[in-house]
């Protein structure tokens, strides 16, 4: 019997996993994630989840403040993705912390800027405006001038709509 594209990317991950490629590793996982969804296979899904949570267990273990934060963003990602987008918030805002914690101003920028698209996405128009105008200062701070257009168009288009 062939594999099905999940377990195809569920093992392709697994195999980044162990030879150290951690960024890759955690894509592997998400689009597996993604992909057990799409097959209806709770499952798979579950085992492509605890394979984050293996993640952050590694990365809390080894006190790797941004390869916890990677982590829980893709696992955000994923929980949007399967519709949990309270969920997603709140893992985001963790990762946001860790961001902050690091002094990365790029990947907190990043996360204020997904934080905003959810909560414009859930109607809150405040919220979405707080997180847009966070981003675009973290990005003006962190140098990224094309983000931070990009981040004052969202927080002027979350206003106006």
Known sequence: ???SKAEEALHEAEQLW???????????YRRARVLFHEENDAA???EALS???EALSRFREA????GEASALTGLAHLLRHTGKVADAVTVLEAAAKLYGRAGHLRGD??????????????GDKARAHHHFSRAAELYHRADASELHHKA???AQAVVAG
Do not use: C, P, T, V
Not at 18 to 28: F, I, K, P, V
Not at 63 to 66: A, F
Not at 109 to 122: P, S, T, V, Y
């Open 1 to 3: 019997m062939s594999k």
């Open 18 to 28: 162990m030879s150290g490629e951690n960024q890759r590793a955690r894509e592997g």
């Open 44 to 46: 798979g899904q579950a």
């Open 51 to 53: 394979h984050y949570d």
């Open 63 to 66: 006190g790797d403040l941004l």
């Open 109 to 122: 920028a990043d996360i204020a800027f997904e934080l905003g698209r959810l909560e414009a996405a859930r």
């Open 152 to 154: 004052l168009k969202e």
